[in-house]
């Protein structure tokens, strides 16, 4: 690898520098323009060739007009512009409506070009995986402790590992050899001179979701002097994303996923039948145990059932039921779902309705909880994007001498002590980067703690299945006085999972005024869970302390927001549950003092202190302050 030089402003074409976007409007939207914006693959070495950036913006029609907010939706792999065009609306009345909401298709993704490819048909990608983990998913009764189970799993680890190596190779291959450069740092600098090309101005704005969160610890640390007002919101641990080894990521992202599910059988329970549709499993006085147990056997009897050569599996109740634990929203759909894959389980019958197709394929915008499939022919069918891999192999340390099995022992540890339930989804994108051969020409890896240009917001949900608020608190620690943190008492993945008027009202003031709250604050949520007998989060905590009943409230405004979410969840599904790009198919009642797992999961968090865990290495360039994306980076690693 060559070193840069450091003449890299001198060295760029200054029209990359000023170019104003040329924007068009979308036919049949007055709010929405999309533009392209060109950027060298490489941002040291602009003899690489150029990417094509997609852009699209929701033009505010508030006075004075502020600026723009850019967004994004995280995966990583998932599409800005769908972001904008399905909530930009939304966006921009949660931000008081005087901003432009951007977005673009990172690098890799959507339609911005090049993009990452590594099949050329579904019917290739199938082909390629032949029936192996992860593709088909791991089958595993309980939690995961049958020796047989994991005799099965273990005994996939030397073809899975070749299969790694070789998809590596594939990729690069037919994505015209551009993994380096798809990583976040350079995305961060495609943002930033976007900004300047749209803006012109020193303080970018920002609000990211999920993996957009990673774009956002990576922008406030890599340009602290241009951090306007910035939210980073269902918040991905950087350090476990940069700075440890990726597959390690996997049990980090699940940490609170178990609480999730705890919220899920409780509001069941507590709506009852038919509100919820599994709420009489028990009989008459359904307890959430009885759910939590109904939905265990149900994973143990869909084992027997695909062993019989069935179409369902413990895989795939797995998978379904963790996706639909980041949108509360759904919870009435996943009971019933539950409830008609339990009969076919049991009958062989698929239920009349068509059943809910759990697969999710990046270019799919529609719910992929009511779309009925007509299954088409899969050699004509596009293949899955795997940006997803590509993204976040790019960003990734060195794996040193990890393997397969190494891959597989955590996914048994992660089963075994963060989440026996959702511990054996064959899912994070990290399980393929020891394999991957390919990492960012730039990666930025810290650190985490500058002083900001101005105070960010944090938020974390109290139960987010994918991102838990102990993210979030990591996060905000860090940066000390330049972050305040708001935890939303929600579940579901980010704020936008379940609404709170609390959490917009703050987000509110600070895009409209550049005012956030003095110390770190607790919003609660209004969003209903299930409808008939209205449940929410809050009556959750109240039936538990008085077992009162519920309060009533407004079933329009869940429909509304229902609405809402599930153009969000359709762009927003992907951090580390991969198994919804990837696995195809469709895709306990531990219910324990939440406070007493959020302190454990915080202080087993990171085996040492998160400093002693970065290499002197890491530090590289550390009091490197970039101010614009033309800016060398420190030397190559
Ligand atoms: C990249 O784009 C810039 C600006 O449009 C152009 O000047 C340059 O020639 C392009 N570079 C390559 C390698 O195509
Ligand atoms: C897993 O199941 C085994 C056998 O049923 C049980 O002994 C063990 O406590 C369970 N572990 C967890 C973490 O639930
Ligand atoms: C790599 O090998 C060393 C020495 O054998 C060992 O201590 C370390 O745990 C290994 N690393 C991984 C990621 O397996
Ligand atoms: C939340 O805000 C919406 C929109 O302003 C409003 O319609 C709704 O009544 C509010 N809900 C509560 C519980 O205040
Ligand atoms: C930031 O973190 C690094 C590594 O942990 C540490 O050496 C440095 O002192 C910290 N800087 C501040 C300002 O806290």
Not at 345 to 358: D, E, I, L, Y
Not at 523 to 528: D, L
Not at 542 to 561: F, G, Q, R, V
């Amino acid at each position: 690898m060559k070193l840069l030089g450091l003449s890299l402003a001198a060295a760029l074409s200054p029209a990359l520098v000023s170019a104003d976007l040329a924007w068009k409007s979308v036919p049949d939207s007055k709010q929405l323009e999309t533009a392209t914006h060109v950027v060298p693959l490489d941002w040291a070495d602009h003899s690489v060739g150029n990417a094509t950036l997609a852009v699209m913006r929701y033009r505010s029609t508030g006075k004075p007009h502020l600026g723009s907010i850019f967004v994004n939706p995280g995966g990583p792999g998932e599409s800005g512009l769908d972001m904008v065009s399905g909530l930009g609306q939304s966006l921009s009345e949660y931000t008081g409506g005087q901003y432009d909401i951007v977005s673009w298709d990172p690098r890799g993704v959507g339609a911005t070009t090049p993009l990452v490819t590594c099949f050329e048909s579904l019917a290739a990608e199938k082909a390629f995986w032949k029936g192996t983990v992860p593709d088909a998913g791991l089958e595993a009764k309980g939690n995961f402790t049958s020796q047989d189970d994991l005799d099965a799993f273990y005994a996939q680890a030397d073809e899975v590992d070749s299969l790694l190596t070789e998809l590596g190779k594939r990729c690069n291959q037919l994505s015209g050899g551009i993994l380096p450069y798809v990583g976040t740092a350079a995305a961060v600098r495609d943002m930033v001179s976007l900004a300047d090309a749209i803006e012109g101005k020193e303080l970018i704005n920002y609000w990211g979701f999920s993996y957009g969160t990673i774009i956002g610890s990576y922008f406030v640390n890599m340009f602290p002097n241009r951090v306007g007002r910035v939210i980073i919101d269902g918040v991905v641990d950087p350090i476990y994303w940069a700075n440890l080894p990726s597959y390690k990521t996997w049990g980090d992202c699940i940490t609170s996923a178990e609480d999730t599910f705890a919220g899920f059988t409780q509001a069941c329970a507590l709506a009852g039948y038919p509100s919820c549709a599994l709420g009489n499993v028990g009989g008459a006085h359904t307890s959430p145990a009885d759910i939590s147990n109904w939905i265990h056997q149900l994973i143990d009897d869909a084992y027997d059932y695909k062993k019989q050569g069935g179409d369902i599996g413990s895989s795939d109740i797995r998978s379904y039921t963790l996706s639909e634990m980041y949108r509360p929203t759904e919870w009435p759909s996943l009971a019933q779902n539950l409830l008609d894959m339990y009969t076919q389980v049991k009958t062989g019958n698929a239920p009349s309705t068509p059943r809910p197709r759990f697969k999710f394929h990046r270019r799919d915008s529609t719910d992929p909880s009511t779309t009925p499939t007509p299954d088409p022919d899969p050699t004509t069918q596009p293949a899955p994007s795997y940006a997803f891999q590509a993204i976040t192999c790019a960003d990734a340390i060195d794996s040193e001498n990890a393997t397969t099995k190494d891959v597989f022992d955590e996914i048994v540890r992660v089963s075994r002590v963060i989440s026996p339930l959702f511990g054996p989804s064959f899912g994070d994108a990290g399980f393929y980067c020891h394999r991957w051969g390919a990492r960012a020409v730039e990666r930025f890896t810290g650190p985490w703690n500058h002083t900001l240009s101005n105070p960010i917001l944090v938020i974390g949900n109290e139960a987010d299945p994918i991102t838990p608020f102990a993210n979030a608190k990591v996060v905000a620690d860090l940066l000390g006085d330049s972050a305040v943190i708001i935890q939303q008492d929600d579940f579901g993945h980010s704020s936008l999972a379940e609404r709170s008027n609390c959490t917009i009202a703050v987000v509110t003031e600070y895009f409209s005024h550049g005012k956030l709250p003095v110390e770190n604050s607790m919003c609660g949520t209004n969003q209903i869970l299930f409808p008939a007998i209205p449940v929410t989060k809050n009556t959750l905590a109240s039936a538990a302390a008085s077992a009162s009943t519920p309060i009533s409230s407004d079933a329009d405004e869940l429909n509304k927001l229902r609405q809402k979410n599930r153009i969000l969840v359709a762009i927003d599904i992907a951090l580390c549950a991969l198994v919804l790009v990837l696995l195809a198919a469709l895709v306990f009642n531990f219910i324990r003092s939440r406070k007493a797992r959020a302190g454990a999961a915080r202080s087993a968090k990171y085996d040492t202190a998160p400093a002693a865990m970065l290499k002197k290495d890491d530090f590289e360039g550390s009091s490197y302050g970039y101010t614009t994306p033309y800016d060398a980076p420190p030397a190559r690693r």
